[in-house]
């Protein structure tokens, strides 16, 4: 496993990590997502992205039963606040009350004291930014928190955090987690990688597969017990278009003659980004576990030929 800086901080994380979102707590057994945890740090992840609202809370439970055997100072443990995960008007957003309330409630479920990375998931147009950023600083203060970043804003948002910590003196945001893939990559391309460049944020993306798709499984159909046979998954089956179906398809070749499963090169080709700290992904087995984390290994592939034909197939690819 390699690691990265957290944009200039000086915190360095696993260039590719584990996420919870959509199989801890619920889609995966708890056992058996305890195991998935625990491999993944024998194999040298240390970054395990969460979020209060993961299963309703489940997923920070689960992940705090993992972490009680592992060793705490060894992890990078992130959450996230914004969605509505508690009751009444203030039991959402980023207003300063519902952060608080929100971070012990990750704590709690988290079993532990403080967290590395605290994202505010979305950006909150009814909340000030300034009262966001001393929240954030304040947590940082209080040794609760110890980096702070956001989740899905636009560049323009980030910067004005950024300008509003520098007004007030207060702590700037370090990181931003978009989506980005082979099939999602303009805001990330054309507006989030100047401004991490021009103010040392790094970027932990998510969904580097696209829910998925980019692993090849849906090539020839949608496969039983898959996600996107789930009743509840529908927005996945919505993607799963025939014009995607058909890029993936050339995707998978290409990777056959790299040795290599469509979902590694998928990764391989986000780590080619030196504005990318980690690639947050998912996992519902250990087999795909070690799949993912082959990716790392994969990153000296990553040729201006090799780079040149994924840009033939996915260059108007649709988002």
């Known amino acids: 496993m390699h690691y990265r800086r ?4 000086g915190l360095k994380v696993s260039e590719i990590s584990l996420g919870a979102w959509v199989t801890f707590g ?12 625990k491999g993944a740090y024998e194999q040298g992840v240390n970054f395990f992205d969460n979020a209060d609202m ?10 705090g039963k993992a972490m009680r055997d592992l060793p705490r100072e060894g992890l990078v443990v992130s959450s996230k606040v914004f969605w509505p995960t508690m009751p009444g008007p203030n039991g959402r957003g ?6 608080f309330e929100s971070v012990h409630a990750s704590l709690k479920r988290l079993g532990t004291d403080y967290l590395d990375l605290y994202y505010c998931h979305r950006y909150d147009p009814d909340s000030p930014i300034e009262e966001v ?27 004005q955090a950024v300008g509003t910590a520098r007004q007030y003196n207060l702590v700037p945001p370090t990181m931003e987690q978009p989506q980005y893939n082979l099939f999602h990559r303009e805001r990330v391309e054309n507006e989030l990688a100047p401004i991490c460049r021009e103010y040392g944020l790094g970027l ?9 798709l980019l692993t090849g499984k849906y090539n020839d159909g949608i496969p039983e017990g898959s996600r996107a046979t789930l009743p509840d998954m529908a927005w996945v089956r919505d993607r799963i278009t025939p014009e995607r179906v058909a890029k993936v398809r050339l995707l998978s070749t290409l990777a056959e003659e790299l040795d290599l499963t469509p979902a590694q090169l998928s990764i391989a080709w986000i780590l080619r980004r030196k504005e990318v700290s980690s690639v947050i992904t998912g996992a519902t087995r250990l087999e795909q576990l070690d799949e993912n984390l082959g990716a790392a290994e994969a990153e000296d592939l990553m040729t201006d030929d090799v780079l040149e034909q994924i840009e033939e197939i996915f260059g108007n690819a649709p988002e």
């Not at 957290?6 to 901080?9: A, I, V």
């Not at 980023?94 to 952060?99: D, E, F, Q, W």
């Open 26 to 37: 619920s889609q995966v057994e708890e056992d058996d997502a305890v195991e998935i945890i």
């Open 204 to 212: 932990t993306t998510w969904s580097p597969l696209y829910f998925g």
């Open 133 to 159: 950023v001393r929240a954030m600083s304040d947590l940082i203060l209080q040794g609760k928190v110890l980096y702070w970043g956001t989740s899905e804003w636009d560049a323009a948002q980030v910067a």
């Open 94 to 99: 980023l207003s300063r009350k519902h952060i």
């Open 54 to 63: 993961y299963a309703n809370g489940r997923a920070e439970e689960v992940m």
């Open 6 to 9: 957290l944009g200039r901080s």
